[in-house]
């Protein structure tokens, strides 16, 4: 059975992406968002993604325009300006996206940021965090019957410097 993954990160046709993944049925997911150092039951750390993070950067501005499209084989971005000329400064945002094949199971993942965060896991937000004054860390926790799960997030930078990393965390510790 082939799955056909769309990512929609614009307004116009064109800044559409259609992934075919081949795979089990997707299955339903029962996601926990964590704050950090809440006693969040440990979970497995989360394999790597099945290809690289697709990362769409665009104007909060003018949504829809200054639009650039990348491939990161890691998350883990640190500005103190706009990324991309034609982007303006402190008025931007990331969306990201990377497939997981999970075994059935509780997993958790990090993300360290500086700048306005909402996490979905198969479409459905599991974490969301203000634009903080420093870079801190949100634990986000899920169930999963197994099969593919989309990990998307998005960001904003509404001022001063800019940071997100995508962390694996010890499932021991959460740390």
Not at 79 to 91: K, M, Q, R, V
Not at 122 to 129: H, P, T
């Amino acid at each position: 059975m082939v799955i056909s993954v769309r990512f929609f990160f614009g307004a116009t046709d064109d800044a559409t992406r259609i992934k075919s993944i081949p795979t089990p049925a997707i299955a339903a997911i029962t996601p926990v968002a964590t704050p950090r150092g809440a006693g969040a039951q440990a979970g497995s750390i989360l394999p790597p993604p099945t290809s690289p993070w697709t990362a769409q950067f665009t104007s909060t501005l003018n949504p829809g325009t200054n639009i650039v499209t990348t491939s990161l084989p890691v998350l883990d971005l640190n500005f103190t300006s706009a990324p991309f000329a034609g982007l303006p400064d402190n008025a931007w945002s990331v969306d990201a996206a990377a497939g997981f094949i999970l075994n059935p199971g509780h997993y958790t993942f990090g993300i360290l940021h500086d700048g306005e965060l909402h996490v979905y896991v198969d479409n459905r937000e599991v974490a969301s965090d203000p634009d903080p004054a420093t870079a801190r860390t949100v634990d986000v926790a899920f169930d999963t019957k197994g099969g593919v799960s989309v990990i998307r997030i998005v960001a904003t930078d509404n001022g001063g410097p800019f940071q997100l990393k995508f962390l694996s965390t010890d499932p021991k510790t959460l740390t």
